[in-house]
C-alpha cells in the first residue's frame, strides 16, 4: 500500500509564501508524475501543478510565475513553492501520484489526505 503525506500547509497572510511537502511511502518500483491539486470550499478540485519524473512541469494558469513545483526522486517528495499568495489561493491542497508497483506493471493513481492553506487579506 502507498501512502502519500503532505505538509506545510497553514494561515499566511496575503503576499506570503508557503512551502508544501509530499511524501510516498510504501512498496513500489518508481513513481512517473507527481502532482498538487486544491479545492476550496464550494468549488470543485482544480489542477495546481504536476512534475513528471524527469522534471517537466505543468501549471494552472492561475498560479503560472507565482508557484514552483519540484522534486527529490530519492526522497519519493515533491514540493509546492507557494509565494505572492492571494486571498484566492486559500484550500485544501492535495498531492497527487502515479505510482508503479513493479517495473512490468501499470501505474496507479493516489491522494494524500490534504493540508489546509488559509491566506488571509
Same mark, same amino acid.
Request: charged share 15%; aromatic share 10%; proline share 2%.
Given at each position: 500500500?502507498?501512502? *502519500?503525506? =503532505?505538509?506545510?500547509?497553514? *494561515?499566511?497572510?496575503?503576499?506570503?509564501?508557503?512551502? *508544501?511537502s509530499?511524501?510516498?511511502?510504501?512498496?513500489?518500483? %518508481? $513513481?512517473?508524475?507527481?502532482?498538487?491539486?486544491r479545492?476550496? !470550499?464550494?468549488?470543485?478540485? =482544480? &489542477?495546481?501543478?504536476? $512534475?513528471? %519524473?524527469?522534471?517537466?512541469?505543468?501549471?494552472? /494558469? #492561475?498560479?503560472?510565475?507565482?508557484?514552483?513545483? %519540484?522534486? /527529490?526522486?530519492?526522497k519519493?517528495?515533491?514540493? &509546492?513553492? *507557494? /509565494?505572492?499568495?492571494? !486571498? =484566492? /489561493?486559500?484550500?485544501?491542497?492535495?498531492?497527487n501520484?502515479?505510482?508503479?508497483?513493479?517495473?512490468?506493471?501499470?501505474?496507479?493513481?493516489?491522494?494524500?489526505?490534504?493540508?489546509?492553506?488559509?491566506? #488571509?487579506?
Amino acid at each position: 500500500q502507498v501512502q *502519500l503525506v =503532505e505538509t506545510g500547509g497553514g *494561515l499566511v497572510q496575503a503576499g506570503g509564501s508557503l512551502r *508544501l511537502s509530499c511524501t510516498a511511502s510504501g512498496s513500489f518500483f %518508481s $513513481i512517473d508524475q507527481m502532482g498538487w491539486f486544491r479545492q476550496a !470550499p464550494g468549488k470543485q478540485r =482544480e &489542477l495546481v501543478a504536476t $512534475i513528471q %519524473s524527469g522534471g517537466r512541469t505543468n501549471y494552472a /494558469d #492561475s498560479v503560472k510565475g507565482r508557484t514552483t513545483i %519540484s522534486r /527529490d526522486n530519492a526522497k519519493n517528495t515533491a514540493y &509546492l513553492q *507557494l /509565494d505572492s499568495l492571494k !486571498p =484566492e /489561493d486559500t484550500a485544501v491542497y492535495y498531492c497527487n501520484a502515479n505510482v508503479r508497483p513493479t517495473v512490468s506493471t501499470t501505474t496507479y493513481n493516489y491522494w494524500g489526505q490534504g493540508t489546509q492553506v488559509t491566506v #488571509s487579506s
